[in-house]
């Protein structure tokens, strides 16, 4: 057995000799954070695993969107995330910016104000004026028959800013998966077309196929959580149809007690198939705005 | 201010007295469930309020689905869950059940033992089995073109057990909303009957018509989430075309400082307009499986 | 394996009628509510074995005084608790009470109107004259050297409210521990009478011997803990020196991950002899003002 | 309002570059880590302020001993722990070690081969040897009659490791408190030395007054809390007796919702008087293992 070392801190120390010693004292949060780095390296040098990355919270909102774009720069091949990432992301991609605020506000002040709170992340609710334009421009050379990867590509073709994760998504041709997209600002943009006369059709079902086969069809998949919901289940769900996931990283703040797939530790789903016996894996139990840029900031 | 009365517990007493004590001391989580129960019965008396019911986490593999099935034939007016939930709702209509398991069972035994666990409520995988013979047999009677709302009436009236919470919606022509429904045992036999070549075609939005047009023609809506994620993001998207909610209750064990709407305190939803200003609203902090059915039975 | 029953709630049902469904159900929270009062209810009726109980949060400003002061009269042998609840307790027995509050009010405001704040619990910052008062009239009655355990007697002694844990701690001569009484508004009252030339002496080790005498000479021990902390450890450090309890109940809201004694499932104490490895017990993560009522509420 | 800055990694960058980042994006998780290395270094250079500085959990078995004397060595005034994290310091001071264990591991299996856990750190329960030699050695040169404070000094003196919390405590006479002594492995030397007959009296209540008259006497107090327990609880109660700390820092993982002393922000201080109304503080939701040395690398 190793021994835990006292982790040692030196002025003007790196992110990397940080995480080294947080690897080296190997217990608890600092030691899981190392293994993350660990397991997180590995993915990055073995080419022929496929990654596979669920992103759910308010993580644009909560600054980490270059950290995700970053991300699926180098090394993500499948991303599945939830509406509201995107929303906000969009909304960045229009030129809107988050704010700093104070999550002790006056709720019924900052309704008169129209500013919308996600804890101290404040948008100003005129957003919604800016996506609108936006979908109105572009509804119209939208094709009328989608999946809703295909969908999220289109969006993304005609984002111009190049510093979002959706126009990343379609550049690089990583395919973007988003079950419940309807439960967001973008699924009220098309709510908002239909309501106005116009067709589309986005089917939901269609492209499981997409997700199912790249999962498949690989060698070997990794598998790393942002958050729970329905980002890390739709890939769970995928990885039963894989040898099971080789390598897994999880980023979450739930707890397993209360019997849900958001606080579900990985070693869970090796019932399921869906992480394989053999893999390695680690749950990381830190709130993500701090963790993930700690990791990444080690790995890359 | 009202004295915190120090509760006193009476050998054979009711739940309703129980929950009187915690109303009577005021405080805390006691407190919190004392004024759901109040919150609930008030929504359950004001007729012309509108009852938007959010239901996430394993809750029927958590014991819960009598408890939803109770509400639903009482009082809810418009229910969004998971795919999970109707999924296992499913199973357990098609007789098979869940099973109390270890939740430190070794999960390499489990799944050569082919069980599936989701914390300590186990599930055979042979119950995919019955979901594919169910699924081939109605597949072929099923519209070919629905949005999800619909799709799930239609499982719904397929269903034979009179204790499911698909067959109730279908039955009370609850509208029942499930966004990310690709993400679920259901979504995978959908894809499985597309692998094998049938045609069906559901809607990623276009229910959120109808979602939206009940909130917006409500006089009064209220609202009741247990647990976060989709179902209740869903039906906060949807209180923004309404006044906000007039009553409130919210089940969680997340928490507001992470910034994700599930851990989010009803509150915040003022600033959005989801929850009206002068609405009655409260958040308890407690397990689901504990809490839910200790203020059902003091309402009921 | 068992079947996890889904729950039925029936309209004016008992607790206890509750409780059973919960332990039917068998998992999650609501198994774990069943299981501990399947415990507590042996350990009620198994005369051989001595129930040790800590406690510590702020259960007597929660509203938990009578409950706990039910439990001391029924089976409790030995109690070791925090001084905030035995000062909390002492208030109460002056005749103050503690007031339902804003969680969100304006700390300001209250620090003017001198109302300390214990989250949703205000107490009037004049209890402080009623305890000194009381200190100033009993303390030349005290002996001038005690250990901890004697002086809290002495204390319970002094108390004429019957409602009172110190009180019937002393009648019933039930030991009562509190390592930490310094860090207390009773801590303070004592610091007063040193400042003002008044001599005593507590000892700070010398009932370490009693609490480990009571462990060892029982057969069996039984643990119940409501919250971690000192009174948590206390309690666990005694069991070493036992055959490690035969029972044990623990009510936490903290997790084992972050390494810390508070969060540290029962299991753990096996390792070190605390728990008995053929013991029954039980962790329920769930607010104490929320699930020590309803454990009792079926057990008494 | 701030723009919330999204956070740019950079390959090879330093912890304060990252802090930084995290101190520009400004919110939930991050933003805390921000704050509380501004208000850190703000407390390094204010030379008339006093920081007291308290430290609960498994802190020395899960590796952050280094860090502690760090901070105790550079900057704080007034120290409060546990009696677990003395004793777990004076286990590693006599040369032994810490494992880094697999908190899956079998406790009954741990326990026949004398291993005693802390979730995933293990220590040989030889080391209660060690303990008795050391106090056997040294307890008839020790003072017969102190305070607890004096108590520590005097262990201090007696540790030859120069990487010792206890040591660095004496040789910089730095005022260590520790209420809850008797409650930990210390507490079992004493106690061992009493049942064999052994005299000493350590008083309960008798260096209360020191910690009093530091808060009292200094011009401006600051506070950082590692946990919760008695030693944020006791530094906050000689808070009382201040103008109220100036600087703030707590890093907790408990919530204020159940009531709890651990839990409760350091905002709810202002009631009390603990904290001044004008003063700096910030609440940080994270595991101590991660959030302290990150922390204290940019700061240092």
Redesign the interface.
């Known amino acids: 057995?190793?021994?835990?070392?006292?982790?040692?801190?030196?002025?003007?120390?790196?992110?990397?000799e940080?995480v080294n010693?947080?690897s080296l004292?190997?217990?608890?949060?600092?030691?899981?954070?190392g293994k993350a780095v660990e397991i997180l390296s590995e993915i990055k040098k073995d080419k022929k695993c496929k990654l596979f990355f669920g992103l759910?919270?308010?993580m644009?909102?909560?600054?980490?969107?270059?950290?995700v774009i970053?991300l699926l720069k180098e090394r993500v091949d499948v991303f599945v995330t939830t509406g509201?990432n995107l929303t906000h992301d969009l909304v960045?991609a229009l030129g809107y910016?988050?704010?700093?605020?104070d999550?002790?506000?006056d709720?019924?002040e900052?309704?008169k104000k129209k500013?919308?709170?996600?804890?101290?992340?404040?948008m100003p609710?005129e957003v919604y004026e800016g996506l609108e334009d936006f979908f109105m421009k572009i509804f119209d050379s939208l094709p009328k028959e989608m999946n809703?990867r295909e969908f999220l590509w289109e969006l993304g073709k005609h984002v111009k800013s190049k510093?979002s994760i959706l126009r990343i998504c379609y550049e690089k041709k990583i395919p973007i998966f988003c079950?419940?997209?309807?439960?967001?600002g973008i699924?009220?943009m098309?709510?908002g077309r239909?309501?106005a006369g116009k067709k589309?059709?986005?089917?939901?079902?269609?492209?499981?196929?997409e997700i199912?086969k790249i999962a498949w069809d690989s060698e070997k998949n990794a598998i790393f959580y942002v958050?729970g919901?329905?980002p890390k289940?739709?890939i769970q769900?995928a990885m039963q149809f894989s040898k099971g996931a080789f390598y897994g990283i999880q980023l979450t703040?739930?707890?397993?007690?209360?019997?849900?797939?958001?606080g579900?530790p990985l070693?869970?789903?090796?019932?399921?198939?869906k992480m394989n016996?053999k893999g390695r894996y680690i749950d990381v139990?830190?709130?993500?705005?701090?963790?993930l840029?700690?990791i990444?900031?080690a790995v890359?």
């Not at 079950?179 to 967001?184: G, L």
């Not at 589309?200 to 196929?209: E, G, Q």
């Not at 703040?253 to 209360?258: G, I, M």
Request: aromatic letters at 8%; hydrophobic letters at 40%.
């Open positions: 057995m190793k021994k835990v070392k006292q982790m040692d801190i030196i002025k003007g120390m790196k992110v990397s940080l010693e947080m004292s190997g217990v608890m949060g600092a030691g899981r954070i759910a919270g308010a644009v909102p909560g600054g980490m969107k270059n950290v970053d509201a960045e910016s988050h704010l700093q605020g999550p002790e506000a709720d019924k900052l309704h500013i919308d709170r996600i804890y101290d992340s404040f609710n809703i510093n079950p419940a997209i309807a439960d967001s699924g009220l098309i709510w239909l309501a589309i059709r986005i089917d939901a079902f269609d492209d499981l196929k199912i958050g919901g329905v289940n739709y769900q703040t739930d707890r397993p007690e209360y019997g849900g797939s958001s579900a070693k869970e789903g090796i019932s399921w198939g016996e139990y830190c709130d993500a705005t701090i963790s840029p700690l990444w900031a890359k």
